[in-house]
Nanobody, 118 residues
Framework: QVQVVESGGGLVQPGGSLRLSCAAS????????MGWYRQAPGKQRELVAQ???????NYADSVKGRFTISTGNAKNTVYLQMNSLKPEDTAAYYC????????????WGQGTQVTVSS
């Protein structure tokens, strides 16, 4: 069993910042990639950012230069620092953990809401 738990969402004004945290626990083995996705009402879930155990990162064009993904000292934790937030960043944010040599074992957190509004 693998548990994925996110925290750190909330309400913030445009231009503000938030930091999301995610911790994976349980039968963690061979992390392939960890990442953040988001889903706004009426839209498909989309990739926000990913990071490999080696530190390689990948960002959606819409968040480049504003969001930063990183891992903690324990490699089963991942963070998303979100700066210069815009109303269009409003969504439920989900942590995703893929395990196995090919990342074939996928686990999701329950999601945390981020609302950017004045």
């Amino acid at each position: 069993q693998v548990q994925v738990v996110e925290s750190g969402g909330g309400l913030v004004q445009p231009g503000g910042s938030l930091r999301l945290s995610c911790a994976a626990s349980g039968s963690i083995f061979s992390i392939y990639v960890m990442g953040w996705y988001r889903q706004a009402p009426g839209k498909q879930r989309e990739l926000v950012a990913q990071i490999t155990p080696g530190g390689s990162t990948n960002y959606a064009d819409s968040v480049k230069g504003r969001f930063t993904i990183s891992t903690g000292n324990a490699k089963n934790t991942v963070y998303l620092q979100m700066n210069s937030l815009k109303p269009e960043d409003t969504a439920a944010y989900y942590c995703n953990v893929r395990l196995g040599l090919g990342g074939q074992y996928e686990h999701w957190g329950q999601g945390t809401q981020v609302t950017v509004s004045s």
